[in-house]
C-alpha cells in the first residue's frame, strides 16, 4: 500500500516563501510522476508542478519562475519552493504519485497567503 505524507504548508504574507515535502512509503521502485496539485477554495484541482521519472519537469504557466519541483529518487521524496507567493496560490495543496498505472494523493496540505 502506497502512502503519501506531505509537510510544510501554512501561512505567509505576499512575497515569501515556504517549502512543501512530500514522502512515499510502501512498496515502490522508481515511480513514473511525482508532483503537486493545488485546489482553491471553488475551483478545480489543477496540476502545480511534476517531475517525471526521465528527469523532465512541467510547471503550471502560473508558478513558472517561481516554483521549482524537486525529487530525491533513492528517498521517495518530492519537494516544492516556492517563492515570491501571491494569494492566489492559496489552496490546498496535494502530493501526488503516479505509479505501476495507479495515482496516489496525499491528504493535502493548507498554503494560505495574506496579501
Known amino acids: 500500500q502506497v502512502q503519501l505524507v506531505e509537510s510544510g504548508g501554512g501561512l505567509v504574507q505576499a512575497g515569501g516563501s515556504l517549502r512543501l515535502s512530500c514522502a512515499a512509503s510502501?512498496?515502490?521502485?522508481?515511480?513514473?510522476?511525482m508532483g503537486w496539485f493545488r485546489q482553491a477554495p471553488g475551483k478545480q484541482r489543477e496540476l502545480v508542478a511534476v517531475f517525471t521519472r526521465d528527469g523532465t519537469t512541467n510547471y503550471a504557466d502560473s508558478v513558472k519562475g517561481r516554483f521549482t519541483i524537486s525529487r530525491d529518487n533513492a528517498k521517495n521524496t518530492v519537494s516544492l519552493q516556492m517563492n515570491s507567493l501571491k494569494p492566489a496560490d492559496t489552496g490546498v495543496y496535494y502530493c501526488y504519485l503516479r505509479y505501476r498505472f495507479q495515482s496516489y494523493w496525499g491528504q493535502g496540505t493548507q498554503v494560505t497567503v495574506s496579501s
Open positions: 510502501g512498496s515502490i521502485f522508481n515511480p513514473n510522476d
